[in-house]
C-alpha cells in the first residue's frame, strides 16, 4: 500500500511540474508575441523621427543658404555643399549625389546615423542626379532624390525601388 500511495505523490509532482511548465511556456509564448508588435512599432517610429531629421536638417540648411544671401558652396562639417537652384542642399561627386555624404550631413551634423545598406540609381525622376536609397533597417528603406530642384524624402518603402 505504500508504494501506491508513493507513485500517487509521485504522479501528482510530474503533473504539478507539467502544468507550471506548461504555464511558464505559454507565458514566454505571449511576451515573445507582444515584443514582436512593440518591436515592430519601435522601428516604425526611429524610421519616422529618422525621417523628419532629414527632412528639417535640408529645412535648415536651405534656411542657412537664403540668409547667407545664396552662396554657391559651403563647408559644413567638412563637405562641401552645393546648392540646387531652388536652394536645396546638395552634395555632388562628379554631378551626381554623393549618397552618403548626404547621408552624413542630412542625418545628424554631429553624430550621423547609420544604414544597412545603399544603392543608387540613375531615374526618371531627376534629369541632373541619381536616387539614393538606404535600407536602414531589415525590410525598411529610405529613398532620398531630388525632383524639379527639390529635396524628396520617401520612408517606409520594403525594397529599393
Known amino acids: 500500500m505504500m508504494w501506491l500511495e508513493a507513485f500517487n505523490a509521485k504522479q501528482h509532482s510530474r503533473i504539478h511540474h507539467i502544468i507550471l511548465l506548461s504555464a511558464i511556456f505559454m507565458i514566454i509564448s505571449a511576451l515573445l508575441t507582444q515584443w514582436q508588435k512593440v518591436n ?7 524610421l519616422s523621427v529618422l525621417t523628419q531629421t532629414l527632412v528639417k536638417s535640408a529645412a535648415s540648411l536651405r534656411q542657412e543658404w ?3 544671401d545664396k552662396p554657391e558652396r559651403v563647408t559644413v562639417n567638412g563637405a562641401n555643399v552645393s546648392f540646387t537652384q531652388k536652394g536645396w542642399p546638395i552634395v555632388l561627386n562628379e554631378q551626381q549625389i554623393n549618397c552618403q555624404k548626404t547621408w552624413e550631413l542630412l542625418s545628424s551634423r554631429f553624430n550621423p546615423v547609420s544604414y544597412l545598406d545603399l544603392v543608387e540609381k540613375k531615374e526618371m525622376r531627376s534629369t541632373y542626379y541619381n536616387s539614393c536609397y538606404f535600407k536602414v533597417s531589415s525590410g525598411n528603406w529610405l529613398a532620398l532624390f531630388y525632383e524639379n530642384e527639390t529635396i524628396q524624402i520617401d520612408s517606409f518603402l520594403t525594397r529599393a525601388e
Open 40 to 46: 515592430e512599432k519601435a522601428e516604425q517610429t526611429q
Open 66 to 68: 537664403e540668409l547667407s
